[in-house]
Structure formats: structure tokens, C-alpha cells
């Protein structure tokens, strides 16, 4: 089993900054990839970022050049640094972690941290 919990979600101005946390625990060294999900209201949740154990990064169009995923595999914690946040990136944003155990990919996921872009 693993655990994930988001933190730093807020309010923010167009063109602000946020930086969200991920901290992961219990079957850590089973986790292969974190990744950052969200859904706008009336939306189906979307992949923002996800990084794998090993440091390989993937973004969504509509974030690269201004959202960066990061990991720290020492303190289990994996961060999203959002800058130039425009309204549309209004959503709750949802850590997930992929691990396996025997053979199969499980899902697991936290309970999600609201931002807001507005002015």
C-alpha cells in the first residue's frame, strides 16, 4: 500500500507562482512513476506532469515552459513548480502514484489541493 498527500494549493493572481507537494509513504520503493493530475469543474480529470523513479519527466502541452515536476527520492516527495499560472489552470490538482507489486500497476491517490487562478 501507499499513501500520497498533497499540500500548497491556493489562491493566485494571473501570472503568479505555486509550488505543490507530494509526500508519499509506506511501499515506497515499489512506486515507479508520480504524477500530477487535475480537473477543472465539468471536466474529466487530465494528466498535468509525471516523473518517473528514475528522473524522466513528461508534461502536458499546455503547461510545458512553465510548470516543472521535480522529485526528491530521499524524502519520498515529488513537487510541481507553476509559473505564469493563467485562469484556465484553475482546477484540483490530484497526486498519483503508479507502484507495482507483483506484477501489477496499482493506482493510488490523494485527496486533492484546490488552486485558483483569478484576478
Known amino acids: 500500500q501507499v499513501q500520497v498527500v498533497e499540500s500548497g494549493g491556493g489562491s493566485v493572481q494571473p501570472g503568479g507562482s505555486l509550488r505543490l507537494s507530494c509526500a508519499a509513504s509506506g511501499s515506497v520503493f515499489n512506486i515507479r512513476v508520480m504524477a500530477w493530475y487535475r480537473q477543472a469543474s465539468g471536466k474529466e480529470r487530465e494528466l498535468v506532469a509525471d516523473?518517473?523513479?528514475?528522473?524522466?519527466?513528461n508534461y502536458q502541452d499546455s503547461v510545458k515552459g512553465r510548470f516543472t515536476i521535480s522529485g526528491d527520492n530521499a524524502k519520498n516527495t515529488v513537487y510541481l513548480q507553476m509559473n505564469s499560472l493563467k485562469p484556465e489552470d484553475t482546477a484540483v490538482y490530484y497526486c498519483?502514484?503508479?507502484?507495482?507489486?507483483?506484477?501489477?500497476?496499482?493506482?493510488?491517490w490523494g485527496q486533492g489541493t484546490q488552486v485558483t487562478v483569478s484576478s
Open positions: 516523473i518517473t523513479r528514475r528522473g524522466s519527466t
Open positions: 498519483n502514484a503508479k507502484a507495482q507489486f507483483m506484477g501489477s500497476t496499482y493506482d493510488y
